[in-house]
């Protein structure tokens, strides 16, 4: 069974437009994260997500908001796309904030055109 | 603040041992190792807290220096299955997410 999974694995857009990455894990964790690695390989949190309290890296646009229907899952939706939003996306989960072990997705290469 | 990571790249021959370092220009509360292989994504390798406590993969030795504000990953009897970027991440304070480093890319040729 997999542990972290996210949906799609690839994405292809155009400028502007609005998508959104699903994430979810079935470890029972507690805590969820975003990361963004970018072309040079440099991952960079975006978001983590411990219950119910929302903690967001500072310099993420507003462009990107994370949502949690329950524990599981966080998804990430972003609005008007731009080129420089290509990256891989990866989702995570640990069971304690922080001082564990974090199980990262396989990851969502993103481009925008 | 994003840690130092040294050396930037490394190529060893199956068998030898490497030392990858990790420093920070602030306090350290953890370190925390990951690998990733090319096209996948981070698998964790282990945590150094202050104090001393650890946890992590037997295989894999570190160490943690809160003086001198740095970790070191031990790699020995490299095989080729070492192969990836080793990163090392902090929290710039005692409750904030990681920060990760540049990484390290280690090749183990045969």
Known sequence: ?113 | QQPVQSPQAVILREGEDAVINCSSSKALYSVHWYRQKHGEAPVFLMILLKGGEQKGHDKISASFNEKKQQSSLYLTASQLSYSGTYFCGTPNSGNTPLVFGKGTRLSVIA
């Open chain 1, 1 to 113: 069974d997999t542990a972290v999974s996210q949906t799609p694995k690839y994405l292809v857009t155009q400028m502007g437009n609005d998508k959104s990455i699903k994430c979810e894990q079935n470890l029972g964790h507690d805590t969820m994260y975003w990361y963004k690695q970018d072309s040079k390989k440099f991952l960079k949190i975006m978001f983590s997500y411990n219950n119910k309290e929302l903690i967001i890296n500072e310099t993420v646009p507003n462009r990107f908001s994370p949502k949690s229907p329950d524990k599981a899952h966080l998804n990430l939706h972003i609005n008007s796309l731009e080129l420089g939003d290509s990256a891989v996306y990866f989702c995570a989960s640990s069971q304690v904030w922080l001082w564990d072990e974090q199980f990262f997705g396989p990851g969502t290469r993103l481009t925008v055109l």
